[in-house]
């Protein structure tokens, strides 16, 4: 699919077909995608947490609140995280800038959106979703 097509054909997609299933194979190559991203001092510190089956997919949309909890039926899930401290600071730990630790959460929103877009040119729908519980998420 054309680059402009993708961008702009891209949605958020809250139902899933519990017939299609996403093999480990897609996931990979959203990953993969996804770590093209540029990010700060190339510090690369996304993390990508996944799960196909049926129980790991149950214990991670258990952890999202509110409708979220609803929207992940027959979905393949993605867990993206950052490892704190590690990207807008310097060796000394001290923050490269104001926007501190801030950084990560860029560095992620830019490897997020590659994988989102990839996903949307292989002809699979996504969605992203920041209401969640992250400490049950972390346990
Ligand atoms: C950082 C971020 C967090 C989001 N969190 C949620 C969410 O928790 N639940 C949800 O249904 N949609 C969530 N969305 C999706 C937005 O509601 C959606 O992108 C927006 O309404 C525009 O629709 P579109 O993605 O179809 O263009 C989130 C989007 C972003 C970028």
């Known amino acids: 699919m054309e680059f402009n097509e993708v961008v702009k054909n891209r949605r958020s997609i809250r139902k899933y077909d519990t017939d299609k299933k996403v093999t480990k194979e897609q996931v990979e190559e959203l990953i993969r995608y996804a770590i093209y991203a540029p990010t700060w001092k190339n510090s690369q510190t996304a993390r990508y947490y996944c799960t196909l089956d049926g129980k790991g997919r149950e ?36 923050p490269d800038n104001e926007c501190g630790n801030g950084w990560g959460y860029y560095d992620l929103g830019i490897a997020t959106q590659n994988l989102v877009l990839k996903a949307q040119e292989v002809g699979l ?13 972390r346990n």
């Open 59 to 94: 214990a991670v949309a258990k952890c999202l609140q509110g409708t979220n909890k609803d929207k992940t039926e027959g979905a393949a899930l993605i867990v993206a995280t950052f490892v704190k401290n590690r990207s807008g600071f310097d060796r000394e730990g001290n």
């Open 125 to 137: 729908g996504t969605l992203i979703m920041g209401i969640r519980d992250s400490e049950a998420l």
